[in-house]
């Protein structure tokens, strides 16, 4: 028996703040409405997993509640995102870090791709978790729900770790991690067949809530 695993971005968080891992009031409204649409596709869970993270958390309750569903998660802290913050700070504990690099998007975004590829590499010295470590702990919770015997699983987790499951699935080479994560959207969908016989990527950075007369407003990367 196969199923079709659908992992989900976590909604818009507070990019900038003191506290990244809560949702925006945007971020409320956009894991609502992909709930309801999910459910217009008929997409009608039978399990449902998320990371320990609050924004993980926040984006399910708001998904449960545009799908009418309410099935009670059960944590998969593998599906969290790496420490990006603290990557960062490890990666210029000995050299000034550039002005901005936790505040502006460009900056961030910029540094935060060159430092994966540096982690990959075991460039980084004290990295809060090693690269080899994050990809086993992904790899382990799409193993959990792969044996959950659902069929229609549903999952929460990041952009991170959502590039890091493509790209494994894939077989694409390990760089391809970072590039796969900086393209998800927020409450983009990626669906994963998983049967006896293997596992195949179904769907890449699908956001059937976004349409022309939305997407000003709730098409997000950050």
Not at 194 to 216: C, K, Q, R, V, Y
Request: net charge negative.
């Amino acid at each position: 028996m196969s199923m079709v695993f659908h992992l989900v971005r976590h909604a818009q968080a507070s990019f900038g703040a003191a506290d990244y891992d809560n949702l925006s009031p945007l971020g409320h409204r956009q894991s609502e409405a992909l709930g309801a649409a999910m459910a217009r596709q008929g997409v009608v869970p039978d399990a449902v997993f998320i990371g320990a993270q609050k924004r993980h958390r926040q984006t399910w309750e708001g998904m449960a509640k545009g799908m009418g569903c309410d099935l009670e998660p059960v944590i998969l802290p593998g599906f969290n995102e790496f420490d990006f913050k603290g990557l960062l700070d490890a990666r210029f504990a000995e050299e000034p870090a550039p002005e901005g690099i936790h505040s502006d998007r460009r900056t961030h975004f910029r540094k935060l791709r060159e430092t994966v590829l540096m982690w990959q590499r075991d460039e980084i010295t004290n990295p809060p978790e090693r690269f080899a470590d994050f990809a086993a702990r992904v790899r382990d919770a799409r193993d959990i729900v792969a044996a959950s015997g659902a069929k229609t699983p549903v999952a929460v987790s990041s952009g991170g770790a959502i590039g890091q499951s493509v790209a494994s699935v894939m077989g694409a080479p390990a760089d391809q991690m970072i590039a796969l994560q900086l393209q998800v959207k927020n409450c983009a969908v990626a669906r994963f067949v998983i049967a006896s016989t293997g596992t195949w990527l179904h769907g890449f950075n699908e956001t059937p809530h976004i349409n022309a007369d939305n997407a000003a407003e709730m098409l997000t990367y950050s």
